[in-house]
C-alpha cells in the first residue's frame, strides 16, 4: 500500500527564477515570466510569497508535510526586483496553536433542538421504496 | 376542538375583528393574531383599519416566528404606504426577521447577508427614524458574523497546513471587517501562519499591528509569547489523542 | 401638446384614490410642486404610477397652475381559487402562483400565474392543459380570482425508436435510454412521461454508450418527438449514425517540457492493443497522467488525446500530447445553502485547497464526493473569474435533504419466518456528517437491538472511527439450543490506496447458549453456559467493481480475520475469505457473477462452540434450509425421553462456490421483473470432538451441491427474490428447503 502524495500551491521553476534579475526585472516583468504569488505582503506590496507544499498521507497517520518550497521575491518602493530568496521546510517553525475561538453572539438553537430536528423530519427517500 | 363559536368571519366589523386580533396577540397567540389581522385586511381593505392591520400583522407573525409570513406583509405594508409613518418599522421588521434567522457562523450565511442589506435600508431610508440607532447596532452584530465565517475557514486550512490559503482569509478579516471583535484573532493568526512558513519578518509585522491597534487584548499576548520564541520550540500541546476525539468528535470543536 | 412646454406646478391634488393616501400616490408619482414640469416627465411619472401595478388606470392632467391626478385603483383580492384541477392539487398550483388575496388584481399578474399555472402541469406531462382567470366582482372594489383549468391527458411515450442503428438493438438502445433516467436521483414523475430536459440527456446517455465501445465517430443526428393525433401519445425517434467500431493501435507521449519524460507516463497507458476502443477507459488514463505531472510540479499541464485512424484494419493510434495549460488558481471556495451541514464537512470533499492550481477534473470530482455524501437534494458547482483573470472563484451551491429516517421494515423467510424491523437512524448527525442509528428487530426466532456511531473523518483525517453495540435473542430451532448474545464492537477504518480499505476493531462478547431440555445432542450440551470472548480483528476490502450499485464487471476481494483470547474464556482465530468477479455476455444483457468464499476457525485450546462454528443454509447454500447441511448428531429413539435426536453441529471449516446469471426475461423493463438461474457447491466439515455424540458423526468434507431459478421483482413495497432450488449432491440426514421467499421493506 502506497501513501496518497497530493501537491498544494504553486512555486515557479528553478529555471523561470534563475532567469529573474535583481535590479532590471519590475513587477509587470515578473508577473509575466512567473505568475503573480499566492499571497503578497502585508503592508505595501513589495514582498511576493510563492508557497508549494507536499502532503503525505499514509494508512492511519495523519497527513503529514514532507516537503515545503517558499520564494519571496522583494521589490523596491519603485517596483524593482530587489531580492530573491528561497526557503524550504526546515525554515518553517512549530507553532502551537492556540485553541481559542472569538464567540460570535448566540449560537441558534441548542443540539438538543437540532437531534429532535433533523431525526424528525423524514427520509422522503426512503419513504419511496428505491 | 376548542375554538370558541367562531362567529363567521366574513359577518364581523374591521373594528370588532382587530380587537379581537389585539386579544389574541395579548393571550400569547401572536400567529392566530397575524391571520386575524390579514382577514381586517382582506375583508375591509379600503378601512383606516386595514393599514394598521397591516403593520400589526407583521408584528405579530414576526414574534411567532413565522418569519416569512412577517417579510410578506411589511412588503405589502411598504408597497402600499412607503411614505407613512410605520414604514421604518415595517423596514426594521423585515430586517429583524433575516436577523433572527442567522445561522451559527460554520453553516451557510445567506440570511446574514439579507439580514445586511435590509438593516442597511432601514438606516439610509429612515435615517432619522427611531430604529435607525438599534438597526446599526444590529448591522455591526451581523457584520461580525460573516466575517467569523471567514475565520472559521481561515482555522479549517490553517490546522490542515495550508498556511497560504488561510492567511488570504484571515487577510480578509483584517481588510474589510476592521471594525469586527475577529480582527485581533485573524492577526494572531497570521502571526501563527507565517511563523509557519518561517516568514519572520512578516509575523513580525503582524504582531506589530496587533500590539498597535489591540494592545491589551489576549491575542497579543499570544502572539507576543510567539514572537519572543517562547512559544516556538514547544512540541505541538501534550494533550492526549482521547481528549482530542472528546473534543471533536462529540464537542465539535475545531481543534 | 409638445413635450417641452412649462406648466408651473404650484400643487398637485389626487382624485379617485381609495385604499392609498394622497401623499403616496404623489411620491409615486414623484411631481414635486413648486418646479416647472415638462410633459415629457408628466409621462414619465404616469408610466411611475403604472409600475406600482396599484392602479387600473391613472391620468395626469394640469390644471391652471394646478396638477391633478385622478386615479381608479386597482380591485383587492378577496379569495384565490383553482378549478377544474384533478391531477394536481389546489395547494400544489397555488404555490405556483403569485397573486393572493390582499394583493392588488392586475390583468398582467392574473395571466402570468395563469402561464405559470400551465407550467405546472406541462412539467408533470400534460402539455395540452389550458389555464383561464376569471374574475367575481364583490361590493366596494374587491374581487375573487378564479382559475378555470381544463387539464387535458397526460401525454405518454408510447415508443422509442431508432434508426440507423445495426450494432445494438432498439431493446438494447432502449434500455440505456430508459437505464440513464433511474440514475442516481430518481424523477419525481414515472420514466415514460415526456420531459422536454431529459431528450438532451437521453442525446448525451446515447453517446457514451456508443463511445465506451469503440464508435468514436458516432453522432446522434436527429431526436425528434411527435404527438400522435389524439395528443394523449408521444413518439420519439433518434436517427443515430453508428459510423465504424475502432480497436487500439499504438499509444504514445509527447510532452513539452523535459522535466515531464515521456517514458514515465507512457507506463500510465493500459490501452491493450486490440482490445476495443473505450472513451471513459482513455479518460482514465488522462487523469492518471494529469495527477503525475501534479506530482512532478506541473500542475498547469493539458493532456490531449489526438486520435489517428485507420479504417482498413479498424485501428485508432492514440497520440496523448501533454501541453502547457493557462496558469489558473482557486481563489477562493464559497459553499451557500448548508443550513445543516457544516462547512468544513463539505469542505473537506475537496482535495484542492484556496491558492492551489485550477483542476477541472477535480472539481468535478470533488462535486461526487459531495453527492455521494447524500445529505444534499441538489448539489450544484460554478466557477467565475476571481480578482484577476487568473483567479478563480469555486461557488457550490447545496439543498440540504431531509437526512434522519424512521425505517419499518419487514421481512420474510420461509425458514426465519417474518422478522419487522423499526429502525431510527440519522446520516448526518447534528451537520458534521457522523451516522447514528439505533435498530429494535423482533421476528418469529430472533430479536435484535442494536445501535452504531460513525464519525468518517476522525481527526479531521480520512480515518472513520465507530463503535457499534447489540443485544440479541436467537432460537435456533435446527441445533435445538436458544443463544443469547451481547456485544460491543469499537472500529477505525482507513485507506489503503485507491480502491483499498482496511478496517480494524476489537470486539467484546458475551454469548450464552441453553439448551432444550430433552433431545439434544451431548456434544451441544457440553457446549451450554456462558462465554466471554475479548479479540481483536481487521477486514481488507479490495472493490474493484464497475460499480457499487448494480456491477457488471470487475471483481470485489473481502479478507477478514478475528482473534479471541485477549482475556475472556474464548481462545480461537477466526477468518473468512470472499472473491466475487462479474463479468455480462450477450452485451450486457446478461450478467455473470462467480464468487468463492471460504472460512476456517482454528482453537487455540482444542474446543471451539456452536456460536463460533461457521453455519451454512438459507441464503449462503440455497436448496438447503439453515444447518440443514454438515456435521450432526442424529439417532432415533436415544435421547433421555425416547425422543428422537437430530441436531446441527455446525462446523470449523466451510467452502463454497455460487455461480449466478441474471437477465431480462422479456417483459416490458418498467415492470422490474427479472430472472436468475444458480448453483452453489461446497461443504461445511470439521469438529474437533465428537466423542459421546448420542449417534454416529461424520465430520468429513463431504460435497453438497444444488442448482436452482429465482425470480427478482423490484416492487413498490421493496426488492422481492423468489427462489427455487433442487439440491443435487446431498448427504443423509440433510435438511432441504426447495423453496424461499424475501421481501424486504425499508420505509
Redesign the interface.
Known amino acids: 500500500?502506497?501513501p496518497?502524495?497530493?501537491?498544494?500551491?504553486?512555486?515557479p521553476?528553478d529555471a523561470d527564477l534563475a532567469e529573474i534579475t535583481p535590479g532590471t526585472d519590475t513587477i509587470e516583468t515578473v508577473a509575466q515570466s512567473v505568475?503573480?504569488p499566492?499571497?503578497t505582503?502585508?503592508?505595501g506590496n513589495r514582498?511576493w510569497?510563492y508557497?508549494?507544499?507536499t502532503?503525505e498521507?499514509f494508512?492511519?497517520n495523519?497527513?503529514e508535510?514532507t516537503d515545503?518550497k517558499?520564494v519571496?521575491v522583494s521589490f523596491t518602493d519603485s517596483g524593482v526586483v530587489e531580492e530573491v530568496q528561497t526557503?524550504g521546510l526546515e525554515?518553517?517553525?512549530?507553532?502551537?496553536?492556540?485553541?481559542?475561538?472569538?464567540p460570535?453572539?448566540e449560537?441558534?438553537a441548542g443540539?438538543l433542538a437540532?437531534?429532535f430536528g433533523?431525526?424528525?423530519?423524514?427520509?422522503?427517500?426512503?419513504?419511496?421504496?428505491? | 376542538c376548542s375554538r370558541e363559536a367562531e362567529v363567521p368571519v366574513e359577518s364581523r366589523s374591521a373594528q370588532d375583528l382587530y380587537i379581537a386580533a389585539e386579544a389574541e396577540l395579548d393571550a400569547g397567540r401572536a400567529a392566530r393574531a397575524g391571520e386575524l389581522f390579514d382577514e381586517v385586511e382582506r375583508l375591509y381593505p379600503y378601512s383606516d383599519w386595514a393599514r394598521r392591520a397591516m403593520i400589526m400583522s407583521a408584528f405579530s407573525y414576526y414574534d411567532a416566528q413565522r418569519y416569512e409570513l412577517a417579510r410578506s406583509s411589511a412588503n405589502r405594508y411598504l408597497d402600499f404606504y412607503p411614505a407613512e409613518d410605520d414604514a421604518a418599522y415595517a423596514q426594521y421588521l423585515i430586517a429583524l426577521s433575516y436577523y433572527d434567522q442567522i445561522e451559527d457562523v460554520r453553516r451557510d450565511q445567506g440570511t446574514t447577508i439579507d439580514a445586511l442589506q435590509a438593516l442597511r435600508e432601514v438606516v439610509e431610508r429612515y435615517p432619522d427614524s427611531d430604529y435607525a440607532k438599534s438597526a446599526e447596532l444590529k448591522f455591526d452584530l451581523a457584520l461580525a458574523h460573516l466575517a467569523g465565517k471567514e475565520m472559521e475557514i481561515g482555522r479549517y486550512y490553517l490546522k490542515r497546513g495550508h498556511y497560504t490559503a488561510a492567511i488570504n482569509r484571515f487577510r480578509v478579516v483584517v481588510q474589510e471587517f476592521q471594525t469586527t471583535q475577529h480582527t485581533p484573532e485573524a492577526l494572531h493568526r497570521l502571526v501563527e501562519a507565517y511563523l509557519s512558513l518561517g516568514l519572520t519578518d512578516e509575523a513580525q509585522t503582524a504582531g506589530a499591528i496587533l500590539g498597535y491597534n489591540y494592545q491589551g487584548s489576549v491575542w497579543y499576548q499570544d502572539s507576543f509569547a510567539l514572537l519572543t520564541s517562547a512559544g516556538l520550540d514547544a512540541e505541538p500541546q501534550g494533550d492526549g489523542w482521547l481528549s482530542r476525539i472528546y473534543r471533536q468528535v462529540i464537542q465539535g470543536k475545531w481543534l | 401638446q409638445d413635450a417641452f412646454q412649462l406648466f408651473q406646478v404650484s400643487s398637485v391634488t389626487v382624485e379617485g384614490n381609495a385604499r392609498i393616501p394622497a401623499d403616496t400616490i404623489q411620491v409615486f408619482a414623484g411631481l414635486i410642486p413648486g418646479q416647472p414640469v415638462t410633459q415629457a416627465e408628466i409621462n414619465a411619472a404616469l408610466q411611475r404610477l403604472f409600475d406600482t401595478g396599484l392602479f387600473e388606470d391613472a391620468r395626469i392632467e394640469p390644471r391652471g397652475g394646478r396638477i391633478l391626478i385622478t386615479v381608479v385603483e386597482n380591485p383587492t383580492i378577496n379569495q384565490v381559487a383553482i378549478e377544474g384541477n384533478d391531477r394536481l392539487d389546489d395547494e400544489a398550483l397555488l404555490q405556483v402562483v403569485q397573486l393572493g388575496p390582499r394583493d392588488p388584481y392586475s390583468r398582467t399578474a392574473a395571466e402570468a400565474d395563469a402561464r405559470a399555472i400551465i407550467e405546472a402541469y406541462a412539467r408533470s406531462g400534460r402539455i395540452t392543459a389550458e389555464v383561464t382567470p376569471k374574475l367575481i366582482r364583490l361590493p366596494d372594489n374587491r374581487v375573487n380570482l378564479v382559475y378555470e383549468v381544463f387539464e387535458g391527458r397526460v401525454t405518454e411515450i408510447q415508443r422509442i425508436s431508432f434508426i440507423g442503428n445495426e450494432a445494438y438493438s432498439d431493446r438494447r438502445l432502449r434500455r440505456v435510454v430508459q437505464s440513464g433516467q433511474a440514475g442516481l436521483f430518481s424523477f419525481l414523475f414515472t420514466n415514460d412521461v415526456y420531459d422536454p430536459d431529459r431528450l438532451e440527456l437521453d442525446r448525451q446517455l446515447l453517446r457514451d454508450f456508443y463511445l465506451n465501445r469503440g464508435y468514436i465517430d458516432f453522432r446522434v443526428d436527429s431526436a425528434a418527438a411527435e404527438l400522435s393525433r389524439e395528443r394523449n401519445a408521444f413518439f420519439l425517434t433518434f436517427s443515430v449514425t453508428e459510423g465504424q467500431q475502432f480497436r487500439y493501435g499504438r499509444s504514445t507521449v509527447t510532452t513539452f517540457a523535459p522535466g515531464l519524460d515521456p517514458a514515465a507516463f507512457e507506463a500510465l497507458i493500459d490501452l491493450q492493443p486490440g482490445d476495443v476502443y473505450s472513451q471513459e477507459r482513455v479518460d482514465r488514463v488522462i487523469e492518471r497522467m494529469a495527477f503525475l505531472a501534479g506530482q512532478n510540479g506541473f500542475a498547469f499541464v493539458e493532456i490531449v488525446p489526438r486520435l489517428t485512424r485507420n479504417e482498413e484494419n479498424g485501428t485508432v493510434d492514440i497520440a496523448f500530447e501533454l501541453v502547457e495549460g493557462p496558469r489558473v488558481f482557486v481563489e477562493r471556495i464559497d459553499i451557500q445553502g448548508n443550513t445543516e451541514t457544516l462547512d468544513r464537512v463539505i469542505r473537506r470533499q475537496f482535495r484542492v485547497v484556496e491558492g492551489d492550481p485550477f483542476n477541472a477534473r477535480e472539481l468535478r470530482e470533488a462535486e461526487q464526493r459531495i453527492q455521494a455524501l447524500r445529505f444534499f437534494d441538489r448539489v450544484s458547482t460554478r466557477v467565475r473569474e476571481g480578482s484577476a483573470p487568473d483567479r478563480a472563484v469555486i461557488s457550490v451551491e447545496v439543498e440540504e435533504a431531509p437526512t434522519g429516517s424512521l425505517s419499518f421494515g419487514a421481512a420474510f423467510s420461509s425458514s426465519e419466518g417474518v422478522t419487522g424491523t423499526i429502525g431510527l437512524s440519522e446520516r448526518n448527525f447534528l451537520g458534521r456528517g457522523q451516522r447514528a442509528s439505533i435498530e429494535l428487530a423482533a421476528g418469529e426466532e430472533s430479536n435484535t437491538f442494536a445501535f452504531s456511531f460513525t464519525e468518517p473523518a476522525l481527526f479531521d483525517q480520512d480515518l472513520s472511527g465507530s463503535i457499534s453495540a447489540f443485544y440479541r435473542e436467537f432460537d435456533r430451532d435446527e441445533s435445538s439450543i436458544n443463544t443469547t448474545s451481547i456485544g460491543v464492537i469499537p472500529a477505525l477504518g482507513f485507506p489503503l490506496s485507491e480502491d483499498g480499505r482496511l478496517s480494524v476493531r476489537l470486539f467484546v462478547t458475551q454469548e450464552e447458549i441453553d439448551v432444550d431440555p430433552t433431545g439434544v445432542s451431548p456434544i451441544l450440551q457440553r457446549e451450554a453456559g456462558t462465554e466471554l470472548s475479548i479479540g481483536a480483528g481487521f477486514t481488507y476490502t479490495l472493490d474493484k467493481r464497475n460499480s457499487p450499485v448494480d456491477p457488471s464487471a470487475g471483481f470485489l476481494l473481502r479478507f477478514s480475520q478475528d482473534f479471541a483470547g485477549l482475556g475472556g474464556d474464548a481462545q480461537y482465530s477466526k477468518s473468512e475469505a470472499l472473491a466475487r468477479a462479474y463479468t455480462s455476455i450477450l452485451d450486457e444483457e446478461v450478467i455473470l457473477t462467480a464468487e468463492l468464499e471460504a472460512g476456517a476457525l482454528v482453537s487455540f485450546n482444542d474446543s471451539t462452540r456452536i456460536t463460533d462454528r461457521f453455519v451454512l443454509g438459507g441464503d449462503s447454500f440455497r436448496g438447503f434450509s439453515r444447518g440443514g447441511l454438515g456435521p450432526r448428531d442424529r439417532c432415533t429413539a436415544c435421547g433421555s425421553g425416547g425422543e428422537d435426536i437430530d441436531d446441527a453441529l455446525g462446523g470449523n471449516l466451510y467452502a463454497v462456490a455460487r455461480f449466478e446469471a441474471t437477465f431480462p426475461i422479456g417483459l416490458p423493463e418498467n415492470l422490474g421483473i427479472y430472472g436468475g438461474v444458480f448453483a452453489d457447491v461446497g461443504s461445511l466439515w470439521d469438529l474437533y470432538d465428537v466423542a459421546g455424540a448420542s449417534g454416529t458423526v461424520d465430520d468429513s468434507a463431504r460435497l453438497r451441491s444444488s442448482a436452482g431459478v429465482s425470480l427478482f421483482w423490484d416492487t413498490v413495497i421493496g426488492p422481492l427474490r423468489f427462489n427455487y432450488a433442487k439440491p443435487i449432491d446431498s448427504v443423509a440426514g440433510d435438511e432441504f428447503e426447495e423453496f424461499r421467499i424475501t421481501v424486504d421493506t425499508r420505509f
Open positions: 500500500c502506497s496518497i502524495v497530493t501537491v498544494h500551491g504553486y512555486v521553476s505568475g503573480r499566492s499571497s505582503s502585508l503592508l514582498e510569497y508557497v508549494q507544499t502532503i498521507q494508512t492511519y495523519p497527513p508535510v515545503r517558499v519571496v526557503y525554515d518553517g517553525r512549530v507553532v502551537n496553536l492556540s485553541p481559542r475561538v472569538t460570535t453572539g449560537e441558534r443540539a437540532r437531534i433533523s431525526l424528525l423530519n423524514f427520509d422522503a427517500s426512503s419513504f419511496v421504496a428505491n
